[in-house]
């Protein structure tokens, strides 16, 4: 009884960090550049059970036409330990285009990131929602440099204040060459990506390290892309969570009650 109560915990406590991902996809449904996450679930590894004091022997119960598993006692089947999420993947998949008009926005259609300048290092984003701060420097909403290709800050002259970028990220200003875009994906793919807020990722440290190289990807500018997150889809899981999460509420309760019936009627001394 007790393996029943915890393994009905863990599917309690499965369903609740699915619900967890799933919330904070629908709240970053209009983040620009968001990529939903998906949590993966898996069992623990189940526990292989057999017959205790089985007088029957092998002849009895395993052997059939001359043919015998052995000696050990027969095998009742496997008993699942419970749930537990395995991983939290992200989905990668291409996001929809809104196009703004702004000159300063940017999406990425296809592979890459673009390159930003933080406190903690270089850091890569697909939010293309960008600005043209004091300096002259071209900057994210959060007041970060964006860097081109040889990672360095990208600055505009304040006299061009019109100014272009090529699908390959080129940017010219007044007609004049001003840098490129820092478009860059990694040999390990999205695989050594991990997100850390902000809709900005790190690279994995990984051995040799992960060096940016130029993305397949293209740029368009005056668009920005959505997140890839589909509301009707995450409430669609959230009612399906929230069963499997009561199914799994009711089989503790319905534990709980048989471990009251054995302490306090079956195990009653008259």
Do not use: C
């Amino acid at each position: 009884m007790w393996r029943g109560l915890y393994t009905a915990a863990t599917g309690m406590i499965t369903e609740t960090k699915r619900t967890d991902t799933i919330a904070n996809n629908l709240a970053n449904a209009n983040t620009t550049g968001y990529k939903r996450d998906d949590a993966v679930t898996s069992d623990f590894e189940p526990m292989l059970l057999r017959r205790i004091n089985d007088k029957s022997g092998s002849q009895d119960v395993t052997s059939f036409r001359g043919f015998s598993l052995g000696t050990k006692a027969p095998v009742v089947g496997e008993l699942g330990l419970g749930a537990q999420v395995a991983d939290i993947v992200t989905d990668y998949s291409q996001g929809s285009m809104q196009s703004t008009g702004n000159p300063l926005d940017f999406a990425i259609q296809g592979d890459g990131y673009f390159r930003i300048a933080t406190a903690r290092g270089e850091r890569y984003t697909r939010d293309g929602n960008f600005y043209r701060d004091a300096r002259s420097h071209l900057v994210t909403v959060n007041g970060e440099d964006v860097l081109d290709d040889a990672g360095m800050a990208i600055i505009i002259p304040e006299e061009n204040a019109d100014f272009s970028v090529s699908s390959s990220g080129n940017i010219t200003a007044g007609g004049i060459a001003v840098a490129r875009l820092g478009l860059v994906s990694f040999q390990g793919g999205n695989d050594v990506m991990i997100k850390e807020g902000n809709s900005q990722y790190r690279v994995a440290v990984t051995n040799p390290p992960q060096r940016p190289q130029t993305a397949a990807g293209s740029i368009l500018q005056g668009a920005l892309e959505r997140s890839n997150t589909e509301i009707v889809s995450e409430m669609v899981n959230m009612i399906a969570n929230y069963r499997s999460y009561e199914a799994s509420s009711k089989a503790v309760v319905t534990q709980d009650t048989l471990l009251d019936k054995a302490v306090n009627e079956v195990g009653r001394i008259s």
